[in-house]
């Protein structure tokens, strides 16, 4: 026994007696910028690159070692090292010269924070009405469906404020608070979306909270190239007709990309001729729901210089919307503005329509290893929802122009952010950034919903990284943010006339003719997080984040006093509110292997100040209105896990998503409205042919997701019956000489299941969920 | 495994947590509204007396009720531009407090005589001691002679 012993200290001693060298490395793109996530592999050493692109393998002999760097949006880096001494290199990863070469997967890279990178091709083929609702999939994410062509993001429960969505670095900046209003981002053109799950505070400030939803849609082409894309598409559920266009082309360090999108579509089919509301039965002529069509177009440009030490680019986007409202949705549904109107692809009264116009311009310097970026930013949302003239009051008369402009809203958004990248070591990296933006909100229109108002926001943010060895990376981040919003204040004097020529006091009549009080109110929030991530070998890896999150209030929260017939509610502000505070501990485990990867995703959130609606048990005077809701804070709780599971075995590829969320806000423990209950998600794919002659990644799909009854509801909330819902779809690329044009057939809802969703804008009406839908998209690469 | 052993034992504790229902479930069930009278669609001559009999029930406790009479015209397009005659559209609304886990309202409301004919909703919302609020409508249809 003694001898084997003695001959494994001399084995251990001879091993430690070599010396032992570090590589470590900077990975960037083509246009200088970091990649993290990209997994780097030295013989059997495998690591992957931080946020600021570093990477690090110590503990090496000399020798040669076969270099490898993969990441889901580059094509792979291979170069063969020889270590002498310690090696500092640098790495520049190509991007993939056609993104819809990429398989359709969604990569889990072993960064710090809990984020999902979703490419290019996942997303359009996913596509199913709008950028959100193509996230579906996603473990932890929903999307809040307001008909077919809109839907904002939710994760884990959280939505509308408490999600940033950010295109480019920039926080986009629509109207969010509405529940009927989808995110003005094209799908089509996005190159990388990231969710970031869990407080992402320190980098992007205020509303951070469920999450971030992080868009990049300005990365270089390839150096010397010019490559194109057209893309078709058909969908039977709503008769939608598409077509989306890009070109990029870069002669060395000039580059411009353009792209185009348009969508057209009809009234939407559901799966029932009833509904049940309020008693009433509301007939759905042909099954679709009126008035329901739409269309949406997009158009982007893009100009940039990319040089050794000096990158700008410059971008302009426009995103125009308009689609129609079901006239059962505003107030009490009329039997004769739901009949029949024999076109299923008019948009008639009431409807919104929406402009975003964004422009941006940004400047990168590079100092050895040290950056400096500058980014401005410009946004304008115009929203506008016409209805014909109505009114309860007798006293209003029809404007004499305009007289079908029912709200009418114009936010303009000026942005400028700094950061500053600072390498100490290849150990150790600090971020440093400013941001401010300067807002203003300006109204028209018939009826008065939400003041205009000015808003003024700057933080400031540190985040440092630090890698302790091969196995333990962790980052720290301290971000202080000061934001001040004045508001404009709105008396009804009509209203104060009608009321009190109804016989109603004057105390109370100036009471509700005080539709938004002048309010000017300052925030100050500091927030802080600590990450760790630590990978014992090449399978395993646990991650853990805390840290804390915030939200300042918006203007309707802080100042309405009215209906919002969005929600068909009463709801009156709070001038006293404070910002929205969260705490946050989520913790990832994670296996990985060649054929098998598993994860699984606990997490906790605490909020010290909620902001809700609060039924007040006291009726409003206004009809229409039944109780006043009032917005109040309270404490609340959150927590569930995230499930996910790929296991890859001959041609077949199974994956699997469960997701759970249990919250209540803690003042009378009722749980938090429009939470998604727990679902399941598995797809199977196989693919019939790798790669022929004519054909290649052919390959189909089965997928459904289940949905359990969600029975933990919110006062006036429904239950929502358990649902389960199945897909289908088969994708092929063909080969003609040079081009490779991508075929993806698929069925969404095979069985036309009538079933009804828990995150739904139309819940509330008894509406079902949109039946089977045959989409059919044809990429032509050029 | 070690870690395996951990992991398995942070998930079992979250889950647990997680699962553990709440001794006192919060009331999301709405109080219920039975119009007795006025019928839907029924027709009521202006000037004349409307009796009005609404029975409520609730789970847990009831607390307070809105009634609500407005003109719908033909299809909620209130275009004020139009009305050329003396008739002008008749507004009611009242409120009361509601106890227990039934109770009915008896009431008579007189339609004014200048009342402008058409149909109506009749409205009546309902709220219980935990917030939750329902809602019910009829139409009602007012004439002249």
């Known amino acids: ?782 | 495994m070690k870690p395996f052993k951990h992991v398995l034992a942070i998930i079992t504790t979250l889950t647990l947590f997680s699962c553990s229902s709440d001794s006192t479930s919060p009331d999301t069930e709405k109080p219920t509204i039975s119009i007795v009278k006025p019928t839907d669609e029924q027709s009521v001559l202006s000037g004349e007396n409307l009796t009005i009999e609404i029975a409520f029930s609730d789970n847990v406790e009831l607390a307070s009720y809105k009634i609500e009479i407005h003109y719908s015209g033909d299809g909620h397009s209130h275009n004020r531009l139009n009305s050329q005659n003396e008739d002008i559209p008749w507004n009611y609304h009242s409120e009361g407090n509601l106890s227990g886990k039934n109770d009915i309202i008896h009431s008579t409301v007189q339609v004014p005589i200048n009342a402008e004919h058409g149909m109506y909703h009749f409205g009546v919302y309902a709220l219980d001691r935990a917030g939750n609020q329902n809602i019910q409508w009829v139409e009602l249809d007012v004439e002249h002679e």
């Open chain 1, 1 to 782: 026994m003694y001898k084997h012993l003695i001959s494994l200290l001399f084995a251990v001693m001879g091993y430690c007696g070599y010396s032992q060298f570090t590589l470590s490395g900077t990975i960037v793109d083509a246009e200088q910028k970091p990649v993290s996530g990209a997994v780097v592999q030295l013989g059997q050493h495998q690591t992957s690159s931080s946020s600021e692109g570093f990477f690090t393998i110590s503990g090496l002999s000399k020798g040669n070692f076969t270099l490898s760097v993969t990441h889901i949006n580059y094509q792979e880096y291979l170069r063969i090292i020889e270590l002498k001494s310690n090696l500092h290199i640098k790495i520049q990863l190509l991007p993939k010269l056609n993104l819809l070469e990429e398989v359709a997967v969604n990569s889990t890279s072993q960064t710090i924070e809990n984020t999902e990178k979703i490419s290019n091709a996942s997303i359009t083929t996913n596509f199913s009405g709008s950028l959100a609702s193509s996230l579906e999939n996603t473990a932890g994410v929903n999307a809040f469906r307001i008909g077919s062509g809109a839907a904002k993001p939710i994760i884990r429960g959280l939505g509308h404020n408490r999600v940033a969505v950010a295109v480019n670095g920039i926080k986009h900046q629509g109207q969010p608070w509405g529940s009927d209003h989808g995110l003005e981002i094209d799908a089509f053109s996005t190159e990388e979306v990231e969710v970031i799950k869990g407080a992402a505070s320190i980098r992007y400030g205020s509303d951070a909270i469920g999450g971030a939803l992080v868009i990049k849609n300005n990365s270089a082409p390839q150096k010397d190239s010019i490559q194109g894309n057209i893309t078709l598409l058909g969908r039977s559920v709503n008769q939608t007709i598409g077509a989306a266009f890009d070109l990029k082309e870069r002669k060395n360090k000039l580059f411009y990309k353009l792209s185009a999108s348009y969508l057209d579509y009809g009234d939407l089919k559901t799966t029932t001729d009833t509904i049940v509301y309020l008693t009433r039965n509301i007939p759905i002529h042909n099954r679709k729901l009126k008035n329901t069509a739409g269309m949406e177009w997009n158009a982007m440009g893009q100009i940039g210089y990319m040089g050794e030490n000096y990158q700008s680019t410059f971008l302009l986007s426009n995103n125009r919307t308009k689609a129609g409202f079901f006239p059962g949705a505003h107030g009490v549904p009329e039997l004769n503005r739901l009949q029949d109107d024999k076109n299923s692809r008019n948009i008639n009264y009431p409807y919104q329509q929406v402009n975003h116009l964004t422009v941006q311009n940004s400047h990168q310097w590079n100092f050895s290893e040290n950056k400096v970026s500058i980014a401005l930013g410009y946004q304008n949302n115009r929203r506008q929802e016409m209805s014909e003239f109505h009114t309860h009051y007798a006293n209003q008369n029809t404007p004499e122009s305009h007289s079908d402009v029912e709200l009418d809203f114009n936010l303009t958004t000026w942005s400028a952010d700094t950061t500053l990248m600072l390498h100490h070591s290849s150990f150790s990296q600090t971020e440093l950034g400013l941001q401010s933006h300067y807002q203003q909100n300006t109204i028209k229109g018939y009826n008065f919903l939400l003041p205009e108002y000015k808003q003024f926001a700057t933080g400031m943010f540190a985040l440092h990284h630090y890698k302790l060895s091969n196995q333990i990376k962790f980052n720290l981040g301290v971000r202080y943010d000061y934001a001040s919003i004045s508001l404009s204040g709105f008396y009804d004097t009509i209203l104060y006339d009608y009321l009190t020529s109804q016989n109603y006091s004057q105390e109370i009549a100036n009471q509700y003719a005080l539709r938004s009080p002048e309010l000017s109110k300052n925030f100050s929030n500091l927030n802080g997080k600590m990450g760790l991530l630590y990978t014992p070998d090449e399978k395993w890896s646990v991650a853990l984040n805390l840290g804390s999150s915030f939200r300042t209030p918006t203007a309707i929260e802080l100042g309405a006093n009215g209906i919002h017939h969005g929600s068909f509610r009463h709801e009156k502000g709070d001038s006293s509110l404070n910002s929205e505070k969260g705490y946050t501990a989520d913790l990832q485990i994670g296996f990985s292997s060649d054929k098998f990867r598993i994860g699984v995703n606990p997490y906790l959130y605490y909020f010290s100040n909620f902001i809700y609606l609060k039924p007040s048990g006291a009726f409003s005077i206004l009809p229409h209105a039944g109780q006043i809701y009032q917005y109040a804070q309270t404490r609340a709780l959150l927590s569930g896990g995230e499930f996910e599971s790929e296991i890859t075995w001959n041609r077949f590829q199974t994956t699997i998503i469960a997701e759970y969320i249990y919250n209540k806000q803690l003042k009378d423990n009722y749980p938090l409205p429009f939470t998604p209950p727990f679902n399941l998600y598995t797809k199977v794919n196989y693919t019939l042919i790798r790669d022929s002659k004519h054909l290649k990644n052919t390959e189909i799909y089965f997928s459904g997701k289940y949905f359990a009854t969600q029975n933990r509801i919110a006062q006036n909330e429904e239950i929502t019956p358990a649902s389960f819902v199945m897909d289908l779809g088969f994708s092929t690329t063909f080969k003609f000489g040079k081009t490779t044009p991508k075929l993806i057939l698929s069925v969404q809802n095979l069985w036309d299941t009538h079933y009804y969703s828990h995150t739904s804008f139309y819940r509330a009406l008894e509406i079902p969920e949109q039946g089977r839908n045959i989409q059919v998209m044809l990429q032509i690469p050029f």
